[in-house]
């Protein structure tokens, strides 16, 4: 989906506002190394932007931000957008052009925040059309491609004819898990400066959540250990009860597994819950959608030519029902992975009990249930286990049937 206007922070990006004191860097949290540079290219390009000279290479026109989720790759992406429109060229995150890139409203500053499975060709040569022109501000047209994976094969090859002849004042920031070929094209990684993100520390998260949120720093510790170093999970632990309240369902998973059937029964619990949490967070919107379209095509009117516009916007409501039926299987898939990862996190604990390694548990509040677990498997089993998990995911991002594939990973999990 392309938001032309205010768009809300995608997966992983929670913090992507700064305060009007802040600069729009505050918000990457153990990204130094990123900062700095750019920081320093936005430095670069102001120079280029005033006419002065800049120094050779440092600012170039196609960007690739990587990392893991919750390494603030979005975030990243719309602080360096934000930067090139400042008019100081720091990133002040005072000035209109930081705070207008920073709410999704400035005009030569486009998002591309995919709702659903993927990213079209038709979407994606319309935006890049659009980033060709100059940009009104005076700076830089900015294209800034959220999950950038999901890129079709034919809109990845529209986005590289761009790339590889980029018009004059034109930026491109792509954001990607990796450079993998399965997430970006080899051909356009080649083309664009790499800006790696890491997994922050639990303590620089705890620290984020304590001063920015107010969160205890007792629950600021919890919620850290327990996102794996994700900023935005571990600010829905801290102050989501309902997020809580998934995350220790999850954790009953492995003591339920007593036989075949307990299987398919917390494969079908764990598979509802995702759809439930997915209809909950795409309700509010899917119903604005269709009352503003039904608005537009006259729903309510009663002017001559009233009913046959109705009559005729079966194509536009098959469109949007397509739209939020992808949206839905979106978020199901993004639900049912945060549930992936709070199960596998458990299995790893069980592996780093069972081996007494010297590094801190993921889920702390569930010690008992896992020494109880390190007393009965063996190491290779706990191993096993968690490779079942990871295997789950894998397969549901090939596309396999989430049901089919989380059944195969319960059955595994029993056997061990």
Not at 313 to 335: I, M, N, P, V, W
């Amino acid at each position: 989906m392309t938001v032309p206007g205010p768009v809300p922070p995608g997966p992983g990006s929670e913090a992507t506002s700064a305060s009007s004191t802040a600069s729009v860097f505050a918000p990457l949290v153990g990204q130094a190394a990123a900062v700095e540079t750019l920081r320093r290219t936005a430095a670069a390009a102001a120079r280029i932007v005033s006419g002065a000279e800049a120094p050779a290479g440092v600012m170039t026109h196609a960007w690739l931000f990587t990392g893991p989720p919750g390494s603030g790759r979005s975030v990243a992406a719309r602080a360096f957008a934000a930067a090139l429109q400042c008019r100081t060229g720091t990133g002040c995150g005072e000035c209109a052009g930081c705070h207008t890139t920073l709410t999704g409203t400035h005009a030569d500053v486009r998002f591309v925040v995919p709702e659903g499975l993927s990213i079209g060709v038709e979407e994606m040569r319309a935006l890049v059309l659009r980033a060709a022109s100059s940009p009104t501000g005076g700076r830089w047209q900015v294209l800034l491609v959220e999950d950038a994976d999901r890129l079709t094969e034919q809109a990845g090859n529209a986005l590289l004819k761009a790339v590889e002849e980029p018009p004059a004042r034109t930026v491109f920031l792509l954001c990607t898990p990796s450079i993998h070929p399965d997430d970006i094209s080899v051909t356009i990684r080649s083309r664009c400066r790499l800006v790696p993100l890491r997994t922050p520390a639990p303590e620089a998260v705890a620290s984020v959540l304590q001063q920015r949120d107010g969160v205890a720093r007792d629950v600021a510790a919890w919620a850290a250990a327990a996102a794996q170093g994700h900023v935005g999970r571990a600010r829905r632990l801290a102050t989501d009860p309902a997020a809580r309240a998934r995350r220790e369902a999850v954790l009953t998973v492995p003591r339920k597994l007593t036989g075949v059937g307990a299987c398919f029964d917390a494969a079908s619990a764990l598979i509802e819950a995702a759809e439930a949490e997915a209809v909950a967070s795409v309700s509010e919107v899917d119903s604005s959608e269709r009352s503003a379209l039904a608005t537009a095509l006259g729903a309510g009117g009663t002017g001559r030519g009233t009913a046959g516009a109705i009559r005729g916007a079966a194509g536009a409501l098959k469109e949007l029902e397509r739209r939020q039926r992808s949206r839905a299987t979106r978020a199901q898939r993004d639900s049912l992975d945060r549930a992936l990862v709070d199960l596998a996190g458990f299995y790893r604990d069980v592996l780093v009990k069972r081996l007494a390694a010297p590094v801190p548990p993921v889920h702390a509040d569930a010690a008992s249930t896992v020494d109880a677990a390190a007393e009965r498997w063996t190491a290779e089993s706990a191993l096993r286990r968690l490779e079942a998990v990871l295997a789950c995911r894998d397969a549901i991002e090939l596309n396999v049937k989430p049901r089919i594939a989380v059944e195969a990973m319960m059955l595994a999990l029993w056997r061990g």
